[in-house]
């Protein structure tokens, strides 16, 4: 199994799905968050919401993925219902990186 990147955290949905976040091994590596279905085969997003921020957390909440990361942007909360299709959270109140969380009613 080879992710490039450091490994912070991984999170399943209690059904099929695994996201792992993290930080980069290299500095060819542009997407630091991952999605498997077996913990063998990790794939990147087609669509990389974060760029090459660093990824400090990613957590279930019982119906969303939600991935918390550094503030060199506007957007550093994103939420998937199925750790694929992300979505950029638009009305984040936080400034600064997003170091952990427990649970986001979205």
């Keep these: 199994v080879y992710i490039p990147m450091d490994i912070r955290k991984i999170a399943y949905n209690g059904k099929d799905t695994y996201v792992a976040v993290g930080s ?41 993925f939600v991935i918390g990361s550094d503030n060199d942007s ?19 109140p936080f400034t600064t990186a997003v170091y952990g969380f427990t649970s986001i009613p979205l």
């Excluded at 506007?74 to 984040?92: C, E, K, L, P």
């Design 74 to 92: 506007t957007v550093n909360i994103i939420y998937s219902t199925d750790g694929i299709i992300w979505t950029a959270s638009n009305n984040s």
């Design 24 to 64: 980069p091994t290299n500095s060819s590596v542009d997407t630091y968050y991952y999605y498997s279905h077996d913990l063998i085969n990790w794939v990147a997003p087609e669509i990389n919401l974060l760029g090459r921020k660093l990824i400090w957390h990613v957590e279930w909440t019982g119906s969303n």
